[in-house]
Each structure stands twice: as C-alpha cells, then as structure tokens.
C-alpha cells in the first residue's frame, strides 16, 4: 500500500472552527517573537552552551573549554543569548558566572530533549 497524502478534497469551510482558532491564536507579534527565539535556539553551538549551562552555572573559560572553542568566540554566542533573555551571568570576583534565565528555557530544552527521545 502506498502512503496517502494528507490533503482535503472538501470545498466546506468550518465556520465553528475558524472562530475558535481567531480567537484563541496568538498575536502575529507574539507569533514573530516566537519565529526569532526559535532562530536562536536553531543554532548547535548556542544549543550545547544552553545544555552545558542546564547543568550547572558556568564561567566563560570553562565553557571554551568544554566545547573546544575560543572565548571569543562563546561569549559572541552568550551575548546573542543574553540579548534574548536566555541566560543571564553574575560577576563573583573577576570571573563572570552564566546559567540560565529561568525556569521556561531549561522547560523548553528538557521537552526539546523528551521529544527527540521518542
């Protein structure tokens, strides 16, 4: 057997349905807020900085090192997630300690993870 396409062969507009959905779907703002933060998360290295930091908070040197990078370039990266409220840092002497933001981000990189784990 062949695998059927998924389309609608129907010309009825579902006038109930239509109204829920108007109702209840997010603003095209919001819709593009959440566009952008996905193009953030799109990217591997901002990922394994995100995995690394859902493990505990860490300074800048030990990231370049756990992800055989240069600082430089990790805090390009940490300044594009800072920038998106994805993680936050806080000086303790001279070393800069980054973790993330809150709650939601480590939520949406454990479900991330679940779902690919299926």
Do not use: P, W
Not at 28 to 44: N, Y
Not at 85 to 112: C, P, R
């Amino acid at each position: 057997m062949g695998k059927t396409e998924a389309s609608c062969d129907c010309a009825a507009i579902h006038e109930d349905i239509l109204e829920h959905v108007r109702k209840e779907i997010v603003s095209d703002t919001e819709l593009t807020d959440m566009s952008k933060l996905f193009k953030v998360f799109g990217d591997g290295t901002r990922i394994r900085i995100m995995a690394a930091l859902n493990c505990r908070e860490m300074c800048v040197c030990d990231i370049a090192v756990l992800l055989d990078m240069t600082k430089s370039a990790v805090s390009h990266q940490l300044k594009v997630l800072r920038d998106n409220n994805l993680v936050k840092f806080q000086k303790k002497g001279k070393h800069a300690y980054y973790s993330l933001t809150d709650g939601h981000v480590k939520e949406i990189l454990d479900v991330a993870q679940e779902h690919i784990n299926e």
